[in-house]
């Protein structure tokens, strides 16, 4: 413990209060800090000691060239960690019997007839995608006791002809929510028919009244698009917090790169919206504690882009060529997924991260909708 | 020009292509490189024999030591320059003339009583600053040949009354444009309030259907707020280019932080959003090529804040003490605008920057409201 002189005391206290530390902003369990080791295990001295060194080499010039190698060595550890999975299957699964007791509720207090929520869907044209889409969508209704309504409408269908299919519906009282699958065909009018959907069953949320309250401080949509929902969902479901943190958003679409940066932020995080014309993607990545990939990429995102112990949560939903599927091909993220993996403390997986949970919001949003309006009536 | 040997050559090659550069990322007239010395300038075999050296430092393992050097040498440079100011109080005077021409034109159309735009204020209670601040739009409306209608209201009026007022302003025909001069007393909904403004009378640009648009991709809003609005034309008529251009905005507030990121993002920029809970402020600061300060801290914002050539816009109007002025006061904004203007490239004055820009926002957006209602009625 002799230092010999002041000077070298300061020094110490420098060292021990304010020498760079560069940590791995790991938001899950674990921590890395320089050198790998919880500063936790050591005794006061040795850290003074440690830090009293590192000081010494900082003062040499050579700090930088340390620490250069010190975030070598974080990256190194971190490699080979391997990330929590954040299963969105189980979540989701978890919130589709939360609503199923919702509904039973329902049910109970208003009668089978008019207590069971209606969901209805209004398909046009023979997209399949959009089909498989829709088809998915009443399986998981059915699920949960919700009741789906199909519109099955021609490809041809006057803009018109369509917006009076969405009035009707807006005035059915054992339809609750209305998912108008996109796209539309090109000749509809897409906001026009948006807009036409009453803001108590715009259970997608893609209203832009509901989407201005989502923007502004202070006010509550009545409905939160789905995948931003299903994604704060899973941030508060796997404990992960956001205040304060960096998150980086990839992508500025209007079902999910928009909204979930306007969640985040509401969440006080700290909040980077990038997009095609972003420069130095990696970088900015770089710095996300917190990662929302969005953008229809196949596995743009690499591991070198994340930084070690960072949260990724991968939105994207690509086909990928595969000679060893039966398909000849198989579903992959807007992140390389093994490799990045091994980099985050916490990753979704595609297929089962956030889709299985858009589908599961999408309920959630049915089973409020027709409990708004039951307890309205009543 | 002799080398000596093969390896040297190919040592030359990449140091003239590779070689570590720091650029300024400067968005106006003046470019800062490492060395501060134009490029152009030299010979290509000065250039390839500076390179040179720079290269052997660097492969001695100094190199990360003397790229510090050398960003703190940009950064002197830097600060010898001086930030061509952004004239707020003159680009707003060229709005309001042109707004004018426009006030003209309408009531050569439709007759001095019909087309002439009229902009209502609602004040409620008796607040100075808000007082000053209808006194100060009435006094630009003057200017230019539009029309104010004023409702002074009592502090305790009800919520029903304020309704009231507005819903037969709503009526008026001869009212373009509405704008209720927040706050409003804490009895009073405020919420309730905006959203009754008729929204093609929604001057203000703060209903939330006029913000969802404005969040929406393929939507425009019939209004933007005005002070957003104000910097997004700030920046165009000073040409400055945002695509690419990584903007961070202070503040995430309903009527400056939050839908100017927005505007920010449709402009192609990549956006970060930073707000009270921001860990590391200086740094995500560091990174903007365009800064928008809108969190209302006396000179929050330091000079070793700003990245060299940075365009910064200042939307803070604070008053600090000052014994040397009559009022003991002065205004000033959220950047410490002395030191900050001899870094950046382009900065805003506190007064004179977007201030006097929002005035003039409001009045366009009343004469085009005019031109909208008028042209829709005949």
């Known amino acids: 413990m002799c230092l010999g002189s002041g000077r070298r005391w300061r020094l110490w206290r420098r060292c021990a209060e304010g020498l760079p530390r560069i940590s791995s902003g790991c938001t899950g369990e674990r921590k890395q800090t320089i050198g790998g080791a919880s500063s936790g295990a050591a005794t006061t001295q040795t850290r003074l000691a440690v830090a009293f060194g590192r000081r010494v080499l900082w003062d040499l010039g050579l700090g930088l060239v340390w620490r250069a190698r010190e975030a070598n060595r974080v990256v190194k550890v971190a490699e080979k960690m391997t990330g929590v999975v954040i299963d969105g299957k189980e979540t989701a699964a978890g919130i589709r019997k939360e609503v199923k007791r919702q509904v039973q509720a329902l049910e ?52 018109e002809a369509l917006l009076e299919v969405v009035r009707a519906l807006n005035q059915d009282p054992l339809v609750h929510g209305i998912l108008v699958q996109l796209p539309l065909p090109s000749h509809i009018n897409e906001e026009a028919i948006l807009a036409e959907v009453a803001l108590e069953k715009d259970v ?17 949509p009545l409905f939160v698009p789905c995948t931003p929902l299903g994604i704060m969902e899973l941030l508060r479901r796997h404990n992960i917090s956001l205040a304060g943190k960096h998150a980086v958003v990839l992508g500025r679409s209007n079902i999910v790169g928009m ?53 990724v949560i991968d939105v994207g939903i690509n086909s990928k060529d595969d000679p060893s599927s039966k398909k000849g091909y198989r579903l992959v993220g807007d992140v390389a997924y093994d490799e990045c993996a091994s980099v985050a403390s916490m990753i979704t997986p595609v297929p089962g991260g956030t889709g299985p949970m858009t589908i599961a919001m999408l309920l959630q949003n049915c089973a409020t909708a027709a409990s708004r309006t039951l307890g309205a009536s009543t």
């Open 259 to 311: 909204p979930v940066a306007m969640l985040l932020v509401k969440a006080n995080a700290t909040v980077t919206v990038c997009h095609s014309q972003t420069t130095d993607l990696p970088g900015i990545v770089k710095q996300a504690d917190v990662l929302v990939a969005a953008v229809g990429r196949a596995e743009m995102v690499k591991a070198d882009w994340i930084k070690p112990g960072a949260v």
């Open 108 to 159: 109970e207090k208003y009668g089978a007839e008019a207590g069971t929520p209606g969901l209805a869907t209004v398909l046009v044209g023979s997209r399949t995608d959009s089909a498989t889409y829709v088809r998915m969508k009443h399986k998981a209704c059915a699920e949960v006791g919700i009741k789906s309504i199909q519109r099955q409408l021609p490809e041809d269908i006057t803009q």
């Open 204 to 220: 997608d949320g893609f209203h832009p009244l509901n989407i201005g309250k989502l923007a502004m401080k202070g006010r509550q």
